[in-house]
């Protein structure tokens, strides 16, 4: 008889059995590339149809910038030390939004976990204020804090927040009853079950909180500051690229969006990577493929 593809003998190249939604994926030659090779000729292929546009459609070079110029400009830029500064700068707002978030997000779901008020407070806010884009509050933060990093630090940490506390608090109300009983009968209760028990069951619903949240919060930054422009004597990338489309200087605009698309890119790899070695290894959370 053969072998399911969803049975448990079936393994994969590292010795392990494959998640059901690869082991369910239709077969052939692609498939069985190394998934760095797979995806590299995938970008090659980006590359080249983007190159073929921009030779073949005959669009000005006012409007549009094929890879090479964009190269140029990208290796211009990284050598005067201007996209390396201004993404810098970005980087840094945005870790302090994020961190500011993350710290109120721990703080909020405890308290919504642990007591009705807390819960009552955290869904009627978080209902009125996640669907609103944090950009749009922009205008009162310049009103509240003027024209600082404070601005663009809040509407970030804003951006941040609510998705976070929607993953989290999912993640800690769809704790395993029997995860709950055992800690009950061990003596845990109020905040010491939700520490020892529901914070380390949310895990995976707080690395995926952390992935939106993170998203949210780097297109808000860019956003921002594409409004704001420089934060006292520094912009960041969107200051960069909406001077560069000032100037018409158009293979700087896009070798702002690369870097941001490169970032963009790492980041998710480095969250991947946190949820192989931890929730995947753990047996949280199905893995996908590497």
Same mark, same amino acid.
């Given at each position: 008889?053969?072998?399911?593809?969803?049975?448990?003998?079936?393994?994969?190249?590292?010795?392990?059995?494959? $998640?059901?939604?690869?082991?369910?994926?239709?077969?052939?030659?692609?498939?069985?590339?190394?998934?760095?090779?797979?995806?590299?000729?995938?970008?090659?292929?980006?590359?080249?149809?983007?190159?073929?546009?921009?030779?073949?459609?005959?669009?000005?070079?006012?409007?549009?910038?094929? $890879?090479?110029?964009?190269?140029?400009?990208?290796?211009?830029?990284? !050598?005067?030390?201007?996209?390396?500064?201004?993404?810098?700068?970005?980087?840094?707002?945005?870790?302090?939004?994020?961190?500011?978030?993350?710290?109120?997000?721990?703080?909020?779901?405890?308290?919504?976990?642990?007591?009705?008020?807390?819960?009552?407070?955290?869904?009627?806010?978080?209902?009125?204020?996640?669907?609103? $884009?944090?950009?749009?509050?922009? $205008?009162?933060?310049?009103?509240?804090?003027?024209? =600082?990093? =404070?601005?663009?630090?809040?509407?970030?940490? /804003?951006?941040?927040?609510?998705?976070?506390?929607?993953?989290? &608090?999912?993640?800690?109300?769809? =704790?395993?009853?029997?995860?709950?009983?055992?800690?009950? /009968?061990?003596?845990?209760? &109020?905040?010491?079950?939700?520490?020892?028990?529901?914070?380390? !069951?949310?895990?995976?619903?707080?690395?995926?909180?952390?992935? =939106?949240?993170?998203?949210?919060?780097?297109?808000?930054?860019?956003?921002?500051?594409?409004?704001?422009?420089?934060?006292?004597?520094?912009?960041?990338?969107?200051?960069?690229?909406? /001077?560069?489309?000032?100037?018409?200087?158009?293979?700087?605009?896009?070798?702002?969006?690369?870097? #941001?698309?490169? #970032?963009?890119?790492?980041?998710?790899?480095?969250?991947?990577?946190?949820?192989?070695?931890?929730?995947?290894?753990?047996?949280?959370?199905?893995?996908?493929?590497?």
């Amino acid at each position: 008889m053969t072998a399911s593809t969803n049975s448990p003998d079936v393994l994969d190249s590292s010795g392990e059995a494959p $998640p059901v939604a690869v082991a369910a994926r239709t077969g052939g030659p692609w498939s069985r590339l190394p998934t760095w090779l797979r995806r590299t000729v995938v970008f090659a292929g980006l590359i080249g149809l983007w190159q073929l546009y921009a030779s073949a459609s005959g669009v000005s070079s006012f409007v549009f910038s094929g $890879p090479w110029e964009v190269a140029k400009a990208l290796a211009e830029g990284v !050598a005067s030390g201007e996209i390396v500064t201004s993404t810098l700068t970005t980087l840094r707002l945005l870790g302090a939004g994020m961190g500011i978030g993350i710290l109120l997000t721990l703080v909020m779901t405890v308290l919504a976990t642990t007591t009705t008020l807390g819960d009552d407070v955290l869904t009627l806010v978080s209902s009125m204020v996640n669907p609103l $884009p944090s950009v749009a509050i922009l $205008p009162l933060a310049m009103l509240w804090f003027g024209l =600082t990093d =404070t601005a663009l630090i809040f509407v970030t940490a /804003n951006a941040v927040l609510w998705p976070m506390t929607v993953s989290v &608090g999912m993640g800690m109300r769809t =704790t395993p009853a029997t995860l709950v009983m055992v800690g009950r /009968n061990l003596g845990l209760s &109020g905040r010491r079950l939700t520490r020892e028990v529901m914070m380390p !069951a949310a895990l995976p619903h707080a690395i995926a909180g952390l992935k =939106t949240g993170w998203a949210f919060g780097w297109r808000t930054i860019i956003a921002a500051e594409l409004v704001f422009g420089a934060a006292g004597s520094e912009g960041g990338l969107g200051f960069f690229i909406n /001077n560069a489309r000032y100037y018409a200087l158009i293979p700087d605009v896009f070798a702002g969006l690369v870097v #941001i698309a490169l #970032i963009g890119v790492a980041l998710d790899l480095v969250f991947n990577l946190i949820e192989r070695r931890t929730v995947v290894r753990w047996g949280m959370k199905e893995g996908t493929s590497a």
